[in-house]
């Protein structure tokens, strides 16, 4: 069974950056596709990125592509969301994900964090 602990949602200022982290337990780590979702009070979850087992290949929601960065570092069972030039419109709980494969973790993945809130100040 994966779990998946994510860390690092916090009050920030609009322009401002932050990275967040998803510690993951269980499973086989490096196999595994990985992501992260959002979702906003009053919308529904929205995927934000994520990264092939590989770490060769990444993917991007349109409104976070150029600003955000997903990472992940096998030995340590860890992946990183950076998050630059954040605006009021990220805020958000933030989700890690993990899926069998980049279109899983992309569209349907098989496992959820618990989330992590992360809040812009204007």
């Known amino acids: 069974q994966v779990q998946l602990v994510e860390s690092g949602g916090t009050l920030v200022q609009a322009g401002g950056s932050l990275r967040l982290s998803c510690a993951v337990s269980g499973g086989t780590f490096n196999i595994y596709a990985m992501g992260w979702f959002r979702q906003a009070p009053g919308k529904e979850r929205e995927f934000v990125a994520a990264i092939r087992s590989t770490s060769i290949n990444t993917y991007y929601a349109d409104s976070v592509k150029g600003r955000f960065t997903i990472s992940r570092d096998n030995a340590k069972k860890m992946v990183y969301l950076q998050m630059n030039s954040l605006k009021t419109e990220d805020a958000a709980v933030y989700y890690c994900?993990?899926?069998?494969?980049?279109?899983?973790?992309?569209?349907?993945?098989?496992?959820w964090g618990q989330g992590t809130q992360v809040t812009v100040s204007s």
């Open positions: 994900v993990a899926g069998n494969s980049a279109a899983e973790a992309m569209n349907d993945p098989r496992c």
